[in-house]
C-alpha cells in the first residue's frame, strides 16, 4: 500500500511541474506599460499618460498603433490641448514641451495583457471632460493589465501621489528623443 501511495504522489509531483513549466512558458513578456505623471509649468495642473516599449521581435498593436521591435510609444487623451480636438493621440506627449517632473511607474505585459489593455485604449470614446479625463483614460487602461491597481480619485495629482506609494520613479526614460509623428486615434 505504501508503494501505491509513493507512485501516485511522484506521478502527481510530476504533473504539478509540468503544468508549471507550461503556464511560465506561455507567459513572454511582449511589452513594458508605464503610468506616467508630469506637471503642467503652465498651469501646475497635471496629466496622466500611459507610454509602452515594445520587448519582443515582432510588431505589437498598442490600440490602434502599431509598434516595431525595438520601438515604442506614448498614448494620451486631450481635450483642449490636443492639436485636432479632443481624443486619444499617440505620441503628443513628446510634443508639448511644457510639462516637467516625469514620475512613472511600469509593469511588463505577456501578449494576453497587452491585448486587455490595447482592447481599452482601442475602444475608448475618444471623450473628454473634467471627470473622464486623461487621469480616468490611463487608469483605465492600466488596471486592465497591471497587477498594481491604481484606484480612479479624478485628479491626476493624485494618480502622481499613488504612482509614487508604488515604487514610482523620477525621469524613468526621455521622453524628447522621440521622432515619430503625432497621430489622432481616430485617424487611424
Given at each position: ?169 523620477a525621469d524613468p526614460y526621455d521622453p524628447f ?12
Open positions: 500500500m505504501k508503494k501505491i501511495i509513493a507512485i501516485i504522489l511522484a506521478i502527481l509531483t510530476v504533473f504539478t511541474m509540468m503544468s508549471f513549466s507550461v503556464s511560465a512558458a506561455d507567459s513572454t513578456d511582449v511589452a513594458r506599460m508605464w503610468i506616467c505623471s508630469e506637471i503642467s509649468d503652465k498651469t501646475g495642473i497635471g496629466h496622466v499618460f500611459l507610454y509602452f516599449e515594445n520587448l519582443s521581435d515582432e510588431t505589437i498593436t498598442i490600440g490602434k498603433y502599431n509598434v516595431a521591435p525595438g520601438g515604442d510609444v506614448s498614448v494620451g487623451l486631450f481635450g483642449t490641448e490636443g492639436p485636432r480636438g479632443g481624443g486619444v493621440y499617440y505620441n503628443l506627449e513628446t510634443e508639448l514641451r511644457h510639462y516637467s517632473q516625469l514620475t512613472g511607474l511600469s509593469t511588463k505585459l505577456d501578449s494576453d495583457e497587452l491585448s486587455k489593455v490595447s482592447g481599452k485604449i482601442k475602444n475608448y470614446s475618444n471623450w473628454w471632460d473634467p471627470i473622464f479625463n486623461c487621469n480616468y483614460f490611463a487608469l483605465s487602461a492600466w488596471n486592465a493589465g497591471s497587477d498594481s491597481d491604481i484606484p480612479f480619485l479624478l485628479f491626476p495629482g493624485l494618480t502622481r501621489f499613488f504612482i509614487r506609494m508604488k515604487g514610482g520613479v528623443i522621440r521622432t515619430d509623428p503625432v497621430v489622432k486615434q481616430t485617424e487611424l
